[in-house]
């Protein structure tokens, strides 16, 4: 059976408890606050115009996601490939979602809002890392906030190094590139990312 309607969804589903209704918050308070200090991680979110979806990996030290006041974020923008699909995909459709992750947690914390892009330098200048200011960074206005349970994250055992895999296990970035794009030179790019790694955080 394909699932179409939130009607045929229900037949597979219960309905839910109360409580997961009751916990979304239209603002962040004091542990959603908290939360976002502690966390050097988030996936953002996004769509485009014709709402395809993408998620993006974003990841500084705790904290580096701002919260401005009980409504609004900042996060920075930091170096990357420049390719910038989530910042596209905003200009078309500034809804977005966040994903945050503290080591150790096992809960995560989703926040849903809007985001504008802003390169306000003053506003930006206090972000700088590695003496380095962000050249943008988004200002999301928050619609909801709600703390997630750590079910997901225990099934994984995200947290747990004994599940870590041997890093010899799976290629290298520069290999992987290099049996996806025709002429590209796996050695190169690893050598790349790494300077770029050392030197361009």
């Given at each position: 059976m394909t699932v179409t309607n939130h009607t045929a969804l229900r037949t597979v589903y219960r309905e839910p408890a109360a409580r997961a209704a009751q916990k979304v918050l239209d603002h962040l308070d004091v542990h959603c606050r908290n939360f976002i200090a502690l966390s050097p991680f988030c996936v953002l979110s996004s769509a485009d115009a014709d709402g395809r979806a993408d998620a993006s990996p974003r990841g500084d030290p705790p904290g580096f996601v701002k919260v401005l006041d009980e409504k609004t974020l900042l996060l920075p923008d930091r170096p990357g490939n420049n390719q910038v699909d989530s910042l596209q995909n905003i200009v078309d459709n500034p809804g977005v979602g966040l994903l945050f992750f503290v080591p150790g947690l096992n809960e995560t914390l989703r926040v849903k809002g809007k985001a504008e892009i802003v390169t306000d330098t003053e506003l930006l200048a206090p972000m700088t890392e590695r003496r380095r200011a962000p050249l943008s960074?988004?200002?999301?206005?928050?619609?909801?906030?709600?703390?997630?349970?750590?079910?997901?994250?225990?099934?994984?055992?995200?947290?747990?190094?004994?599940v870590q895999i041997e890093r010899s296990s799976y290629p290298t970035y520069g290999q992987v590139l290099a049996d996806q794009i025709k002429g590209a030179d796996a050695g190169e790019i690893d050598q790349s990312e790494e300077e770029a790694n050392r030197n361009r955080l």
């Open positions: 960074g988004l200002r999301i206005t928050v619609e909801e906030a709600f703390l997630h349970c750590g079910r997901a994250l225990l099934r994984s055992r995200l947290w747990d190094a004994g």
